[in-house]
């Protein structure tokens, strides 16, 4: 059965110090893996995505995420953390367990960033 | 606006008493998920369709919890003689098809508060 650990629950920063949220998965397939974010009273949006492609996935506002097979971990960056990134960040894998390529998602990581 | 939506966005109602939740997916989208989300967690899968059919039912909560989608279009969440445990987010998303690589795109949700 596919599996997402977050392993932080909260992670704070100061605005413009590097954002790092961790994530591991646990998967019997090659899994699709996924982050997305949910601002305060908004949907849950994507940021990035890994479909066996390249290694390095660039997302949207400045995010990044580094598959890495070995270590079993999909873990999102960003150089300089902004006060618009506060939010709650959700890592997704959806593989073919089944067949039924369910997304199932971690428990969450909320960012906080200072002034 | 061109995105999943969902409605109601909130709903209050009294112990004991039926609700129904209405989804409508990006059109064409013939993949269409639940999840339940409760405070400070990531989102619970419920249930999926592929087209019209439910593929999986198997994580609805109790049999309290049914879904439809009868035409393969819009679905419904209905929650029997509800509970104050069944007080939590109520989200839908949908796909545009059935592959692990395909990402999912959600709605805002409806809010569900049990009295």
């Known amino acids: 059965a596919q599996s997402v650990t977050q392993l932080d629950s909260h992670v704070s920063v100061s605005e413009g110090t590097p954002v790092l949220l961790r994530c591991n998965y646990s998967s019997s397939y090659s899994p699709s893996l996924f982050w997305y974010v949910q601002h305060p009273n908004k949907g849950l949006q994507l940021l990035l995505k890994?479909?066996?492609?390249?290694?390095l996935v660039k997302g949207i506002n400045g995010f990044e995420a580094e598959f890495k097979k070995s270590e079993t971990s999909f873990h999102l960056t960003k150089p300089s953390a902004h006060m618009s990134d506060a939010a709650e960040y959700f890592c997704v894998v959806s593989d073919a367990s089944g067949g039924s390529y369910i997304p199932t998602f971690g428990r969450g990581t909320s960012l906080i960033v200072h002034p | 606006d061109t995105g999943v939506s969902q409605d109601p966005r909130h709903k209050i109602t009294k112990r004991g008493q039926n609700v129904t939740f209405r989804c409508d997916p990006i059109?064409?989208?013939?993949?269409l998920y639940w999840y339940r989300q409760t405070l400070g967690q990531g989102p619970e899968f419920l249930t999926y369709?592929?087209?019209?059919?439910?593929?999986?039912k198997s994580r609805l909560l109790s049999d309290r919890f049914s879904a439809e989608r009868p035409k393969g279009s819009f679905s419904t969440l209905e929650i029997q003689r509800t509970e104050q445990g069944d007080s939590a987010m109520y989200l839908c998303a949908s796909s545009a098809r059935q592959d692990m690589n395909t990402e999912a795109f959600f709605g805002q949700g409806t809010r569900l508060t049990v009295v």
């Open positions: 890994y479909t066996s492609a390249a290694t």
């Open positions: 059109s064409e989208h013939n993949r």
């Open positions: 369709f592929q087209n019209e059919a439910q593929l999986e």
